[in-house]
């Protein structure tokens, strides 16, 4: 199938914390362009302006409007940012980049990443890697032969309280892991945004939006799933926007090795605070709250809230001064090519299972 084009609507619009690195020398300053200043991206930039040790010297979208806005922000914040709207041009004319920020939307990314790397820059890469199986590899494979950084966005990694929960969990301190349970419950996507309602685009609400907290749990249980049942579609907001394809809806059962199970409800008709996000792993000593980071031993009470490095900082700048930390010191990211993939994968047997009601293994997508 081929791929659709790149228009004016797909790039939307924009208007570790200081304390997790060392000060740095002018010598060292990371020197950063952003490509892709829309909602995603927007975000990105002004996290990466809290981010020391960085220069954010060029913003790119292929609406003008966006890169001034992007600029201005960059100017606000003291710096000085070149414009642009094509960010080949940017990459062959200006020299001084070492690192791009990557924020296009999904079904863009795989052209967009392997571009990057392969003339050589540092690139942290919003998820998902790509929406197909092929693309995937293709990315995964000019990450590996490439000279720089690879990080993807899966910000939630370094939340403070999830990466805590994370740590606590790969310490042992739930005893064996032997079932999660994911929701996401909220309100719709954004109007404003038309290819988050485009499945080819988007690659359905499992890949875009649910991949987050799939990747929590695979995380934590350290292994991909063997086998993947789900059941979902769209029961409120029939063609509605006009052309809606991707589901409002839909249930997850996973299966990984050793028995243990994954159960994810995710939807969009949330009524405000009645469910919200519950990501709970439930292990042989006890269950953790990963999102609160609170532990409860099955044997007392009450339950218990972790140490929780960097509590109060935001998951994106976290993400951010992680990836400049790791291109500084030569650090392989957690979120590196390899994790991303197998992340990527899993919502993608995820959509196969719903749609084609059957269950999907992990060696049809990996094999």
Not at 84 to 106: G, S
Not at 200 to 227: E, N, Y
Not at 242 to 256: A, C, I, K, Q, W
Not at 340 to 355: E, G, H, N
Request: one cysteine or more; aromatic letters at 6%; a neutral charge.
């Amino acid at each position: 199938m081929s791929q659709p084009r790149i228009t004016r609507r797909d790039v939307l619009p924009l208007a570790a914390a200081p304390a997790i690195l060392r000060a740095q020398a002018p010598s060292d300053v990371l020197r950063v362009a952003h490509v892709g200043v829309g909602n995603r991206g927007s975000l990105l930039l002004r996290s990466m302006l809290k981010v020391p040790g960085i220069q954010v010297v060029a913003v790119c979208d292929i609406l003008p409007e966006r890169a001034d806005q992007a600029a201005a922000a960059v100017a606000a914040a003291g710096g000085n940012a070149r414009k642009w709207t094509d960010f080949r041009k940017m990459l062959d004319e200006q020299k001084d980049i070492d690192a791009v920020v990557l924020a296009t939307p999904d079904w863009t990314h795989k052209d967009f990443d392997i571009a990057i790397l392969e003339v050589g820059k540092h690139l942290y890469a919003e998820k998902p890697l790509s929406l197909t199986i092929d693309d995937c590899k293709m990315v995964a494979a000019a990450a590996k032969q490439a000279k720089g950084t690879f990080q993807v966005g899966f910000q939630l990694r370094h939340d403070p309280n999830r990466n805590a929960s994370q740590k606590f969990i790969r310490e042992g301190g739930i005893g064996k892991v032997l079932m999660c349970h994911g929701i996401r419950h909220g309100a719709d996507l954004p109007r404003n945004i038309p290819w988050y309602f485009d499945r080819t685009k988007c690659g359905d609400i499992v890949v875009d939006q649910g991949i987050h907290i799939l990747d929590q749990f695979t995380w934590a249980i350290g292994s991909h799933p063997l086998r993947v049942m789900g059941s979902g579609g769209t029961n409120l907001f029939i063609d509605d926007p006009p052309g809606r394809t991707v589901m409002d809806n839909y249930s997850l059962v996973l299966e990984y090795p050793g028995g243990v199970r994954v159960n994810f409800s995710h939807h969009y008709f949330d009524p405000p605070g009645f469910t919200g996000i519950q990501e709970r792993v439930f292990g042989s000593n006890g269950s953790i709250e990963i999102q609160n980071a609170v532990w409860q031993p099955r044997d007392k009470k009450p339950a218990v809230k972790l140490d929780v490095p960097n509590a109060d900082k935001d998951a994106s700048v976290m993400s951010l001064a992680a990836f400049v930390d790791n291109v500084k010191n030569g650090k392989e990211p957690i979120n590196n090519a390899e994790s991303a993939m197998r992340s990527t994968l899993v919502p993608i047997m995820a959509t196969r299972a719903i749609y084609e009601r059957r269950i999907v293994t992990w060696e049809e997508v990996a094999g």
